[in-house]
């Protein structure tokens, strides 16, 4: 009688089982986990249709809005329907952000005429990209009207904009200035794929490639770095008074330019500017003139010529050569 009991009570048990997973198999809905999102489809759009071609060609997905998709999904509570949009988000970061003290926002606007976007695409397709070193992977291009960062000035007493050529983001690679670009001739926009090859190089940098660069602008003799000192004709100054360009820079702190203009280079009296803004216009400078012609500009100062050959095999390294 027990025996019978207990095979009633299984039975009942498996029908339960088996009628709530079939409930459960109603129920299923797509989990959406393999949509790729960057994939891009051919639109009889004209800018479609252009995205679509540079897609084909490089495998590497260009966006003119943010938002590169949406999704329907049901409806809630109270019978509203649920739109997913995928968006581009700029500030994604994976792991802990990167700390920028100085930064308070970053902001952008979107290209909105169609021949702006059309020009874009086309600086893309014969100048950005294919000067892009081999193995540089992006997950996506997004081309911008305006990109710019709200950072606190140096002085510390409020805040400034300060305009981006490019930001590189984990989930793409915003491209700023797209309407100024669009009016560019040939040679402007070489210059510009210039300057956001710079940055990109820059980014890609590491502090222990970099000694030999700064010890370029180092007394060995005296041990004194020539890196955020004053020059000054005072006699026995450590910098005497000279173009900065004989110690191996290419600029100087600008608050000084109104000081000194119109003087002899032997009385004049500036800042020496920091590492990372040498560094810097070294970079720029390099993508900006070809090697004849920065080596004819500076012929006459050995520091300076010596720095852009240690920067030019840097270059070659990271694949920008």
Known sequence: MMENMRNYILLILVCFLTIRCNSDENELTPSRADRDWFAIEDSDDPVGHELYLLYEKYNLPVFVNDTIGQEDRGVDYYGNPIVYYYVLNMNYTVGAPVTDNYLRSRKYSLLQDVEDQLAGIAFLDNYLIPALPEGMYFNSILLLDSLYEMRMSSSGWGVERKDLNVYKGVMTLAIGQ??????????????????????????????????????VSYDSEKKFSYYQHVVNYAPGAAMPSAKCEVYGFLDYDSRYYAMNEGKDPSQWIYYTISQAEDLEDFVMAFFRYSESEF?????????????????????TGLGFV
């Open 295 to 315: 080596k004819e500009m500076y012929v006459d100062y050995p520091l300076v010529l010596k720095k852009y050959e240690i920067i030019k095999e840097l270059m």
């Open 178 to 215: 797209g309407k100024a670009i669009a009016k560019m001739t040939p040679e402007e926009q070489n210059k510009q794929k210039g300057l956001i090859l710079a940055t990109l190089a820059l980014d890609q940098m590491e502090d222990d490639q970099l000694t030999d660069f700064y010890m």
